[in-house]
């Protein structure tokens, strides 16, 4: 639906030209939900806004549904936007018009009745779980219900994608959780693409099916989000990898010979790390039954992505040490990535 062909940005700085984004190559598909995630200044935003010619490239084409829409003129362009809403981390509602006035904005001139503009804007309402605030000014409304109305404006066009930069990021984590579940059923209710972009791997794991990750302007690896964060690439990849697991803190622990992890004779610790699709949740009680190995659990970080487990276990193994190998072997064979941490 959307391609990227070599899409750069280079903005004139003050202290000479800023390449905020580079060489960009990105498809995203009819009904997907896209996720663009990368430290800030990486130029999500800048990208994000190459899509609906709000910021025009440099250089590179932008197709939307094979057109490059680059080569249109503004009236073509401006026909392209309205198939293509967009929301921010700070909302940019109008706060001198009461809700209905928000939502009721892109409505205006088309040849709409007064009682079709109301029928129409009580739907969206109803769509975000707003109903009935018609009357309501944004300063009477939390952040979470702000965020709402603004994607009722966005919807009010009807359009086929939905552009949401930082769309959670200046929420609660639960209002975020609310605030993802509605992108999720609108992207399943209404077939809406969206891409979203975030420096948050919350919001990734989440809601995506495919994620590109950026750093300083370039796409530095992308794919489907269980793959991408399964086997990370790159040393940027892994940070936002680290920053949602414990992993890091148990290794610093295991780096200052904490004795929380004093081991016994015939002990030692090893790591899990689920890199492809096929774990089953029986794993642990099938090693030990099979292997006549115990394993203690000391520290667990899976989550279910697409379905599939992602993470790992750090677990304590005790039994005879061909056993212990024997156990390691298998979990090799079914491409689970094992790690001895410490030996007794
Ligand atoms: N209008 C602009 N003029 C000059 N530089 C800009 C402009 N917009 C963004 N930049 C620069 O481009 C880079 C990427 O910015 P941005 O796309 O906002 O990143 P992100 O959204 O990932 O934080 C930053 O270095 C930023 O300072
Ligand atoms: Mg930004």
């Given at each position: 639906m959307i391609r990227l062909e070599d899409v750069c940005k280079v903005f004139a700085g003050a202290q000479g030209p800023v390449e905020a984004v580079k060489h960009v190559h990105l498809t995203i598909e009819s009904g997907e939900i896209f996720g663009i995630i990368g430290f800030s200044g990486a130029g999500k935003s800048t990208l994000l806004r190459c899509i609906n010619l709000l910021e025009r490239p440099t250089s590179g084409r932008v197709l939307f549904d094979d057109t490059d829409?680059?080569?249109?003129s503004e009236a073509e362009v401006r026909a392209v936007r309205r198939r293509i809403g967009m929301i921010f981390q700070q909302f940019n509602l109008f706060n001198s018009r009461t809700v209905f006035g928000n939502v009721a904005f892109p409505l205006a001139?088309?040849?709409?009745?007064k009682n079709e503009v109301a029928a129409r804007v009580a739907e969206l309402l109803e769509l975000v779980g707003l109903s009935g605030r018609e009357g309501d000014y944004p300063s009477q409304l939390s952040g979470g219900q702000k965020q709402r109305v603004a994607i009722a404006r966005a919807l009010a066009s009807d359009p086929d994608v939905l552009l949401c930069d930082?769309?959670?990021?200046?929420?609660d984590p639960q209002t975020t959780q609310s605030i993802l579940q509605l992108l999720r059923e609108l992207n399943r209710k209404l077939g809406l693409t969206i891409v979203l972009i975030t420096h948050e791997m919350q919001v990734i794991k989440e809601i995506c099916h495919h994620v590109a990750v950026m750093e300083n302007g370039a796409v530095v690896e992308q794919g489907d989000v269980f793959s991408v964060f399964a086997n990370p690439q790159q040393a940027v990849t892994r940070n936002f990898m680290e920053m949602t697991s414990h992993v890091a803190g148990f290794r610093r622990l295991l780096k200052d010979k904490s004795p929380l992890l004093e081991l016994k004779p015939g002990q030692c610790i090893l790591s899990f790390r689920y890199l492809e699709r096929n774990v089953c949740s029986a794993l642990v009680s099938y090693l030990s039954r099979t292997y006549d190995v115990d394993l203690n659990i000391i520290f667990g970080n899976v989550e279910m992505i697409d379905g599939h487990p992602l993470g790992g276990l750090i677990v304590i193994a005790e039994g005879r040490e061909k056993s212990i190998r024997d156990c390691i072997d298998y979990l090799e064979n079914i491409h689970v990535g094992v790690e001895v941490l410490l030996n007794a």
């Open positions: 829409i680059t080569q249109l001139g088309r040849g709409l009745s930082e769309a959670t990021s200046a929420l």
